[in-house]
């Protein structure tokens, strides 16, 4: 097993009455990027705050790179901190901003202009040296907050909502853009996001924290298919809370009185015209009561059993009105056992489409 290259070990922080970081645990491996994500108030920017020593634990230890640097201040850590509201130097040209860290440190002034240079070409702002931030737009201004972080040649890069002040469109851009170049430059990354879309873009591992505790760990795939507990299972995804859930077809076997969490992409929607023979004896009826244009597809919103869920159809299939009567097919359902949780497929099911159905 690799050594760790960031590791955490039972770390306590509390502000007043407010416990921000519950016996908080990890390992990160080297040239990862991480994505730390949970609800607001969930110790998530604790986390990084006190890994780049701009707060101090309570109790545990931190180690980067094998060394403990509990009591080395921020600026000897090797760290560098890219800021949500970019925190870039009004005054300063996008060349003097990324250079700032390496006068402080005293480099000699070619090294300065070769390694500014080499920065500017990496992030992608060529010819825009001698502007200052109000001549940038948001996403090139966070684009000089990571040539000025990664500068210094940091051994670890947080990342604070980096994209949290730019708006959509170029957010998306970005996300592709930052993979990118933390894949070029092979650093150890963490960011913090409430974003689900972001971190299971961007992200090789998620972590998900929840009052100041880890809930769980892991590659975006198992985090969105395999959810171990409860909190997880409905923080993920756009979940529908579905009660005691043996009584759909297909459910049977499940403990009585037990909910369980329902996904969109696990139900398929049919019109009573449409075949699905397959599955036929597994099939639950719904009343459509809601239907929303989405653009990439049509959103519904059915009424099956007292329950309202969501559901998806694509754009071209025939269409559902407000009102009609439809089909329904649960593939699977993240069970709900106090705070475990643990996914259940429809019985209608073989092993192999049980296994590959997502």
Not at 73 to 88: D, E, H, M, N, T
Not at 205 to 230: C, D, F, S, V
Not at 294 to 302: N, P, V
Request: hydrophobic share 40%; charged share 25%.
């Amino acid at each position: 097993m690799k050594q760790a290259y960031v590791e955490l070990r039972d770390i306590n922080k509390t502000f007043g009455d407010f416990r921000a970081s519950d016996h908080v645990s990890f390992s990160i491996q080297k040239g990862k990027l991480i994505g730390l994500l949970g609800p607001s108030g969930s110790g998530k920017t604790t986390i990084l705050r006190i890994l780049a020593g701009l707060e101090t634990a309570d109790s545990g230890e931190i180690y980067i790179d094998g060394r403990k640097v509990n009591n080395i201040p921020a600026s000897k850590r090797g760290i560098g901190f890219v800021f949500q509201s970019y925190a870039l130097f009004r005054y300063k040209t996008v060349f003097d901003n990324i250079a700032f860290g390496l006068k402080i440190q005293k480099w000699q002034k070619a090294d300065i202009k070769t390694r500014v240079e080499e920065l500017i070409e990496l992030v992608g702002l060529k010819g825009m040296e001698k502007r200052y931030p109000n001549q940038l737009s948001g996403g090139q201004r966070q684009r000089v907050a990571f040539a000025r972080a990664l500068a210094t040649q940091p051994q670890l890069l947080l990342l604070d909502e980096p994209f949290a002040a730019i708006d959509a469109k170029v957010r998306t851009e970005l996300r592709s853009w930052l993979r990118e170049l933390i894949s070029t430059v092979g650093i150890t990354s963490i960011f913090v996001t409430h974003d689900q879309d972001e971190a299971i873009e961007v992200a090789d591992e998620i972590i998900i924290t929840n009052h100041g505790r880890i809930e769980q760990i892991g590659t975006p795939m198992e985090i969105y298919l395999k959810p171990t507990n409860a909190f997880t299972a409905q923080f993920i995804g756009r979940p529908t809370i579905i009660e005691n859930i043996s009584r759909f077809r297909g459910f049977e076997q499940a403990p009585d009185h037990l909910k369980a969490v329902l996904r969109p992409e696990c139900i398929s929607v049919r019109k009573k015209q449409e075949k699905h023979k397959k599955y036929e004896a597994s099939l639950e009826e719904g009343a459509v009561e809601q239907v929303s244009f989405r653009g990439s597809d049509i959103e519904l919103k059915i009424r099956v059993k007292g329950s309202l869920v969501t559901a998806f159809r694509q754009i071209g299939e025939p269409e559902i009105t407000e009102g009609e009567k439809v089909d329904l097919f649960f593939y699977r359902m993240y069970v709900l056992d106090g705070d475990n949780a643990y996914t259940i497929t429809n019985q209608a099911l073989t092993v192999e489409e049980s296994v590959y159905r997502i």
